[in-house]
């Protein structure tokens, strides 16, 4: 099993300019989740989907971030425009639901630095 | 707002000891908890799960322990190994079907060779 897979895994953009993160989830999970990781919040939930449908988008900061899930075998999460505080390490996440309960599988990340 | 946070943030322990890692929850509602391992440069790992009709769950050289009592969850390590440095999370659910995670703030755990 190829587990989560993000891209890029590390990016670096300046301030103004949009930013796309992609995931692929692991084959056959029908939940997709984004998550932002930051020294000072830890691990927040931005948004999640179920069945390719956006279930809770309450943790998305602000308009400027938005997240879409096209087909069960892929996402993106854009922030349009980036700012220097949206630098975080952003996951994806995947689960079957329902049958194994809570588990959650995380990608292996993307690094975002915005100067 | 509540949430789920941890008494100690960092953790050193001897390898080959036991290693105790503690969180302590506010929502009194949540009936499901996680603990995920995260390694730098990594993505969170789950661990092992327990739900709130049990208080103890073992799996390999791990147990977690619930107190709901005192909304308290712990982390055992049994004869700890240099690879399990990490930090550690606990994360809790209102319900088991409920898929929104609220993660703990984290403890890391450095394991002394």
């Known amino acids: 099993d190829a587990g989560v897979i993000q891209s890029p895994r590390h990016e670096v953009t300046e301030m103004g300019q949009e930013v796309t993160l992609r995931c692929k989830p692991i084959s056959g999970h029908n939940s997709l989740f984004w998550y932002r990781q930051t020294m000072m919040r830890g691990l927040e939930l931005l948004i999640y989907?179920?069945?390719?449908?956006?279930?809770?988008d309450s943790g998305m900061p602000e308009d400027r971030f938005s997240a879409k899930m096209p087909n069960a075998s892929f996402s993106t999460l854009k922030i349009q425009p980036s700012e220097p505080r949206d630098s975080a390490v952003y996951f994806c996440a995947s689960s079957l639901r329902p049958g194994s309960g809570n588990t959650i599988y995380f990608g292996e990340g993307s690094w975002l630095t915005v100067v | 707002g509540e949430s789920v946070g941890l008494h100690l943030p960092t953790l050193s322990v001897q390898e080959g000891d036991n290693s105790i890692i503690n969180c302590a929850y506010s929502?009194?509602?949540?009936?499901?908890f996680i603990w995920y391992k995260q390694e730098s440069g990594k993505g969170p790992q789950f661990i092992i799960d327990?739900?709130?009709?049990?208080d103890k769950r073992q799996g390999q050289r791990v147990t977690v322990l619930l107190n709901k009592t005192v909304k308290h969850l712990s982390l055992q390590i049994a004869a700890t190994q240099p690879g399990d440095s990490a930090v550690y999370f606990c994360a809790e659910t209102i319900n088991f079907g409920n898929e929104k995670l609220t993660f703990g703030t984290g403890t890391r755990l450095t394991i002394i060779p």
């Open positions: 929502n009194s509602a949540s009936d499901y």
């Open positions: 989907f179920n069945n390719n449908v956006p279930i809770d």
């Open positions: 327990i739900r709130s009709n049990m």
